[in-house]
């Protein structure tokens, strides 16, 4: 079983910024790819960023040149940091591993204010 834990999120202005974290309970590095979502209220879940085992990085439309996402395999954590934020960047933010399944944090709210 592996265990996600987010953090860092919380209420911000717009322009500013936030790093979520995402601790994984058991060794990263041969996951093939880790990622966060996010989830808007009334809308679905949908991607915001991901990374693979070997450091290749895939980013939302809606995210690019704000958003870097990144891994330390030798502290078992995925990081969002997210400069520029906008007010429809508001969800729960959901971090993904995928290791022979998928599995789920429990999700950190950003709250972004006009």
């Known amino acids: 079983q592996v265990q996600l834990v987010e953090s860092g999120g919380g209420l911000v202005q717009a322009g500013g910024s936030l790093r979520l974290s995402c601790a994984v309970s058991k060794s990263i590095f041969s996951f093939e790819s880790m990622g966060w979502y996010r989830q808007a209220p009334g809308k679905q879940r949908e991607l915001v960023a991901t990374?693979?085992?070997?450091?290749?990085?895939n980013y939302a439309d809606t995210v690019k040149g704000r958003f870097t996402i990144s891994r330390d395999n030798a502290k078992n954590t995925v990081y969002l940091q997210m400069n520029s934020l906008k007010p429809e960047d508001t969800a729960v933010y959901y971090c993904n591993a995928h290791w022979y399944d998928l599995y789920w944090g429990q999700g950190t709210q950003v709250t972004v204010s006009s």
């Open positions: 990374i693979t085992s070997a450091g290749s990085t």
